[in-house]
């Protein structure tokens, strides 16, 4: 797979995170814990990893700008690209030793999501997409699953956190969902289960709420591998709504209409 010089970068950068994380991990134990709300945690490692991420790509595209979850947003100079990066998705498996975590970086140019790196470095698994270019997990291309009905289908959601609202929304939509599909599944990091419908091991995935930096490197590896991704009501507001919904042509299509089906009236 040949790489851009600006995807090199930001491997490197998650991969330098990753490191990072990795050493954490090992002794999470040992790490403060501070809240930014109910059951919304963050600890010295989601720091120190969007550090090492926010560095390495700010030296290499210095006029850029910069979206992480844990810093202050740089509005760049080149007025055209920016960073969207999560350099934790996935805390609470992190805090709880449960390797399931990511660092997440996507590039935007023009408002176009044009590049994602994905990693997960408790497995070693590196998506990485650019637009045009395709999607790999390491050094094999991906695509989308080719499962039709959502009979078969195995389904990736987010579960509303404490304090978030729309629970209620939720136990809808994940009642409807449990009586079409095969299997529900909830990983707790938006960017893996974005990467796992490229992968072809989720067939589907819906969440609500999100922010920019959960999806932006999922989105693109979804629609590499020849996956669809919209809004929660099938428009291109991602990041507007902070809802996504995402599967193969097929699946997209009928989950957006079982998440979408109305309440029956009592
Ligand atoms: P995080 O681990 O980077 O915070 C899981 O459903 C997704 O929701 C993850 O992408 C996770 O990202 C995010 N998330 C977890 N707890 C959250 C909270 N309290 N508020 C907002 N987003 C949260
Ligand atoms: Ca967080
Ligand atoms: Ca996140
Ligand atoms: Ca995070």
């Known amino acids: 797979m040949a790489r851009s010089a600006l ?33 919304d945690f963050v600890t010295q490692a989601d720091r120190k990893a969007e550090q090492v991420v926010r560095q390495e790509l700010l030296r290499a595209r210095p006029t850029y700008g910069f979206l ?4 202050e947003e740089i509005v760049g100079t080149d007025g055209q690209h920016r960073w969207i990066v999560d350099p ?5 498996n992190f805090l709880h030793g449960i390797p399931a975590f990511a660092v997440s970086i996507a ?14 470095p408790a497995t ?39 304090g978030r609202g729309h629970h209620g929304k939720f136990l809808v939509e994940l009642r409807d969902v449990m009586n079409e599909v095969a299997g529900v599944r909830r990983l707790g990091s938006a960017a893996l289960d974005l990467a796992y419908v490229a992968a072809g091991r989720f067939d589907g995935f819906w969440e609500k ?58």
């Open 209 to 266: 709420p999100l922010s920019a930096w959960d999806m932006a490197a999922g989105l693109v590896l979804v629609r590499e591998a020849g996956g669809f991704a919209t809004d929660i009501e099938g428009g291109n507001r991602i990041f507007e709504t902070g809802s996504v919904v995402a599967g193969n042509e097929h699946i997209h299509r009928a989950l957006l209409a079982t998440v979408n089906r109305p309440v029956p009236a009592r």
């Open 107 to 120: 590039l935007e140019r023009n408002g176009t999501i044009v590049a994602g790196v994905v990693l997960n």
């Open 124 to 162: 070693d698994e590196l998506f990485v997409a650019e637009r045009g270019n395709g999607a790999f997990l390491n050094d094999r291309r991906l695509r989308v699953a080719g499962r039709r009905a959502l009979s078969d289908a195995v389904v990736g959601c987010g579960v509303p956190h404490l």
């Open 68 to 71: 992480g979850e844990e810093s």
């Open 7 to 39: 995807v090199n970068v930001m491997v490197q950068a998650a991969f330098k995170a990753g490191r990072s994380l990795s050493r954490d991990f090992g002794e999470v134990q040992n790490l403060q814990v501070s809240m930014k709300g109910p059951g």
């Open 88 to 92: 934790l998705d996935g805390t609470t």
